[in-house]
């Protein structure tokens, strides 16, 4: 009871990124400074090589002086110079394979070097340091949403023998509802239906032709009564194994049974269709592995991408 009240009472300092997926990271950030005749006098490649230096252990060291900035594991860590008349310009470039952006770090790194150029120059010289700013960054969930198309609609199924004889309540297809919803993906239709091959094999050909996405939920296990991959696959017209390896690789992570799964993911026409495990948080982690960028593959079927 204390626990669970101190939960409840915590701030919550660091953002939760644990169901986020890693990715190519990238930001730059640049200052710009002003020096008078006495500081470019002064100023020398010494000064260079130690505020390169400064500007890495600024990177390194941002998790243990910013709260809520998780510890990254730098793969580049570059600081550069260009010097313009009265003006120096530096550029911090950090590369990382993350799962949320750098840009923290790199605007905390950039200041770093702007404040030891300073240091360094002292009394004897002028030197005005310019606000830092990022000139460029990405970051897992920084993508496009011009690259997702819009007004998808989708149709949830869940596969269970017990939760369509009333046995048990379905979490499990309101979680992949709550997930669609993120990305503004009407569900125009919600079902249970019990593990049987013709019932599975005759929703998929009717939905599919009246919804882009069709998801199914449970019988994709190992168990007798699991047939959800048979009854699908006879019906797919084009495997994609990408997604389905994806969602294995993601729920691999958190949970050594995850390799037991059958997913199966396809088209039928231009429908994709899905079948992913029946638990709560089997099906909540096969959507996270893969939304949003799997929306992605509608342009694809569109016709609207150019290769």
Do not use: W
Request: glycine share 8%; net charge neutral; with cysteine.
């Amino acid at each position: 009871m204390e626990g669970e009240q101190l939960i409840e009472n915590s701030r919550i300092i660091m953002e939760d990124i644990g169901d986020h997926i890693t990715a190519n990271c990238l930001a730059i950030a640049q200052i710009v400074i002003e020096m008078d005749e006495m500081a470019r006098q002064v100023y020398n490649d010494t000064a260079f090589s130690k505020i390169q230096v400064a500007a890495e252990l600024a990177v390194k060291n941002s998790s243990t002086v910013i709260p809520g900035v998780h510890v990254v594991a730098f793969d580049f860590i570059s600081l550069s110079q260009e010097q313009q008349d009265d003006r120096l310009i530096y550029q911090l470039q950090l590369k990382a394979i993350h799962k949320t952006g750098i840009e923290t770090q790199a605007l905390y790194g950039i200041s770093v070097a702007g404040l030891s150029l300073k240091e360094f120059i002292g009394s004897k010289g002028k030197v005005r340091i310019g606000a830092p700013q990022i000139i460029k960054s990405n970051s897992p969930y920084s993508t496009d949403k011009r690259m997702f198309p819009s007004g998808l609609t989708a149709a949830v199924v869940v596969c269970s023998d017990s939760i369509s004889d009333g046995s048990k309540t379905d979490a499990a297809g309101k979680a992949i509802i709550a997930e669609l919803e993120k990305y503004q993906i009407k569900v125009n239709h919600y079902q249970v239906i019990p593990d049987e091959k013709e019932i599975i094999s005759q929703c998929a050909t009717s939905l599919s032709k009246e919804h882009h996405l069709l998801i199914y939920t449970g019988g994709t296990g190992l168990s007798l009564r699991d047939v959800t991959p048979e009854a699908l696959e006879p019906l797919i017209h084009r495997r994609i194994p990408g997604i389905e390896e994806a969602i294995r690789a993601y729920g691999q992570q958190r949970v050594p049974f995850a390799m037991l799964s059958r997913s199966l993911v396809g088209t039928i026409g231009n429908c994709l269709v899905m079948a992913i495990p029946g638990s709560t948080k089997g099906a909540s982690e096969s959507m996270k592995a893969v939304f949003p960028h799997l929306l992605h593959v509608f342009k694809i079927l569109r016709g609207q991408t150019q290769h």
